[in-house]
């Protein structure tokens, strides 16, 4: 097809059938900034351009000659664009809005009782550091705002995933003199993700999910950690929201918060600074402040982590920017008048009586958990 561009005013010829979207995924032209007309006619995303289609791609952002994005802040060629902020910024200040999120995220968190922050800078912070993109970004940022606050890596014993995550993190930690704990399951409770998942007959996310929680948990309050961070971002907590209301869990959605207190049995304050970022955000902070991270996804994910819930809400997204974020924060938005009320007649939380960690019940899920797979694990690998 013969497809005519302007400024400048060039032709171009692209092997068709194709759709426009398609067609402008192979320009490199981002679709909210032009018009596709075929043949005279306007066309969307999905229309299919025939092989000897005659398509004008017409810019329609105005001000300025040129189809070039330019940054919100200094008005250089932009090299990153979001259309859920309608805005675009150059690689220089592309971090500020990163940043920025974050700061506002700890400083103004929806719906807590009198406006509280997520954490003070007298805080001490643990941050718990997978060695992706997410968890990497934050400590990066807290760091630059000055904030007191250590790593904590979990080894989870998944094989090459684990060592290499886990020596990009020291790599972090060392680089920028950062102190980093790290906690490996197999010398601390016996068993690794693989292995403990087959002992206890339970899904390998469910194993690894409760040991990282019950280990951040416990390493922050042996530390003497105020807060633990974690880099559950934008994209995590819209996935979880929606599994929720899908199964419509009250009890969930009623802890559904980037701030959790501080409760009783040893319970330590949670909090979700990058709440309010995508992860195409944080994976591009990266990028530009030179973060290596794991890119590779954990090879154990056995499909009921939420991926179908993130697609679906990547479709929701691409039809109109911005929905994701809409979602989540019209949700924390409400939660206060919402929840309020279930924080009187919470569930008694008290110390379990074999570890001493926050359970509902006598003994705590990870204790039960460890024993379950201490029964079948020969006794030779349990060191704690
Ligand atoms: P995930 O559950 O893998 O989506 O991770 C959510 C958050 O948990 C990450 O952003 C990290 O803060 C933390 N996390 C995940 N895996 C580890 C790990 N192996 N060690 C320490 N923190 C982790
Ligand atoms: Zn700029
Ligand atoms: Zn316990």
Known sequence: ???????????????????????????????????VIDDGELVTGGHELADDAQVEVRPVMSGGAENTLRCVVCRAPAAIEEPRHRAAWCLAHYPDHVVGQVRKAIDHPPSTAHNERMFSYADRLLIAVSG?????????VLLQLGYRVDGLYVGLGIGGYSARSQEITEAFADARGARLHVVDLAEEFGYTTPSGSQAAGRSTCGVC??????????????????????????????????????????????????????????????VKPLYRLSERETAAYCLVRG?????????????????????????????????????????????????ASDEDDDIRVGACTSCGMPTTGEVCAFCRQRDAIMKVLPVTQATA
């Open 1 to 35: 097809m013969r497809v005519r561009l302007r400024n400048p005013d060039r032709e171009v010829d692209v092997p068709g059938p194709r759709t426009v979207a398609d067609l402008l995924d192979h320009l490199d032209v981002l679709p909210h900034t032009v018009l």
């Open 132 to 140: 992706g993109k997410d968890s990497l970004a934050l400590w990066d």
């Open 209 to 270: 999910g409760l040991s990282k929680r019950y280990t951040f948990n416990r390493t922050a309050v042996e530390h003497g950690y105020d807060v633990l961070v974690t880099g559950h971002n934008l994209d995590d907590e819209a996935a979880t929201l929606l599994g929720n209301v899908v199964r419509w869990q009250d009890d969930f959605l009623a802890r559904q918060h980037p701030v959790l207190p501080a409760g009783g049995g040893n319970q330590v304050r949670k």
């Open 291 to 339: 973060i290596e991270y794991v890119v590779e996804e954990c090879p154990l994910v056995d499909g009921n982590t939420g991926h179908e819930l993130k697609s679906a809400l990547d479709v929701l997204e691409a039809a109109s920017p911005g929905v994701k974020a809409q979602f989540l924060f019209g949700f924390l938005d409400r939660h206060a008048e919402k929840f």
